[in-house]
């Protein structure tokens, strides 16, 4: 087999410590190193020293960062490849045989290095997902405060569609407060809620002691202070976000998804596009493109693989813009519940949607939605060709008249 790179290094990349194989037209050789910064730029000095210029590594949680940050300052072409990608040969499950062989695939030309975005979108991705993080966690706590209140018997969910809106948060404190009268809870409310006094007073009646006022009142901190840090969240992305505002109206222009969720899609896949050439390179990189299963000439269902946080973050997105009865996503989730998988129906919509997005940030065009009819058109269409060829095979021509053969 033909060498490719002469001068290559491949890294086994563990907690503590990292073992780097070297090797050129000169030999081989074999170092340990630990993680600490000191000693990884011992390990980029040694790595200058013997000329590497081509390294590769696993992506082994996220130890490989450290390594990545300094390696990346440097001339070197670095390579953070999927462990998966890398199938073990037999008898080679030592850390030295790992990093040799890493860099004898290296040499050859048979690691392809996974998407790594540059420094600032990495850390505008931190941002982001600790977002997504807090945003499920004041969920969960929301759903707590609903499960203390059903176990009290208050029903107030009952009645308000939003339990901490402005007349449910108000209620809420009245019954931390003491507040016993259920009219006089009921008079809190606020807007259109005050035409519910009636139901209001019965939702309330309930057994809320102490026990649940204690409760209740640590619930409705933790979601305050989740509030909070949401917010300064939210206003260090928005500044974070000012270069890309005009891929962020592209996206938020698609019906049904919102800024946030554009926030999210740029944050993981960026505006640079020449990372993926092709769409089906975005979709398979996002596990939205079904596998290959043939044998024996039968096809069987593939499967997309687990994926990372921009396939859950398509899937919610595709959970949005299905809801909409008057879009295309609308109606290719509708078309493919039919077939009785709604999950699937789902990775389909949100795969065409990912699609639709790569294309708009890599030929900088707007999204233009195909209508929720557009596929009963294409069947009408269908159906209309089917006819003509049908009476063409009867002996009919265009004109519609039947065609007499000589004899």
Excluded at 203 to 224: V, Y
């Amino acid at each position: 087999m033909e060498i490719v790179r002469e001068y290559v290094s491949g890294l086994d990349v563990h907690k503590k410590s990292v073992v780097a194989a070297v090797i050129t037209p000169q030999g081989r050789r074999v170092k340990t190193f630990s993680t600490t910064t000191r000693a990884l730029l011992e390990l980029v000095d040694w790595l200058k020293a013997e000329g590497v210029r081509h390294v590769a590594m696993e992506s082994t949680g996220i130890y490989w960062r450290p390594i990545f940050n300094l390696l990346e300052q440097t001339e070197m072409e670095v390579l953070v490849v999927n462990a998966g990608h890398m199938k073990q040969v037999p008898g080679r499950k030592t850390d030295v045989k790992d990093a040799e062989w890493i860099a004898e695939l290296l040499q050859y030309g048979l690691l392809k290095g996974s998407f790594v975005p540059h420094r600032g979108q990495r850390e505008l991705r931190d941002l982001l997902r600790y977002r997504r993080t807090l945003i499920e966690q004041r969920a969960d706590e929301v759903k707590r405060v609903q499960k203390l209140l059903e176990g009290a018997n208050i029903k107030l969910a009952n009645v308000a569609a939003d339990v901490l809106g402005v007349s449910g948060r108000a209620m809420l404190e009245g019954l931390i407060e003491g507040q016993q009268g259920n009219a006089e809870l009921a008079h809190l409310a606020r807007g259109r809620m005050k035409s519910k006094q009636r139901q209001l007073e019965e939702a309330l009646e309930g057994s809320f002691g102490p026990h649940q006022r204690w409760m209740l009142r640590r619930h409705l901190d933790l979601i305050d202070f989740h509030d909070g840090k949401l917010k300064e969240l939210d206003a260090e992305v928005a500044e974070r976000m000012r270069p890309f505002l005009a891929a962020l109206n592209h996206i938020d222009a698609i019906p049904g998804l919102g800024q946030q969720t554009a926030q999210e899609i740029v944050g993981e896949i960026g505006t640079d596009m020449s990372q993926f050439p092709t769409d089906r390179q975005i979709a398979s990189w996002a596990k939205l493109s079904p596998g290959s299963n043939e044998s024996g000439g039968k096809k069987r269902p593939g499967r997309t693989g687990k994926g990372g946080p921009i396939r859950h973050i398509m899937i919610r997105a595709a959970l949005n813009v299905s809801r909409n009865p008057n879009s295309y996503y609308g109606a290719m989730y509708r078309r493919l519940c039919k077939r009785g998988c709604k999950e699937r129906a789902l990775v389909a919509v949100a795969h065409a949607l990912l699609v639709a997005i790569y294309h708009m940030l890599r030929d900088g065009t707007v999204h233009q939605d195909l209508g929720a009819n557009y596929f009963d058109e294409r069947r009408r269409e269908q159906s209309a060709r089917n006819a003509v060829r049908a009476l063409r095979l009867q002996g009919h021509d265009r004109e519609g008249t039947r065609a007499v053969s000589g004899g």
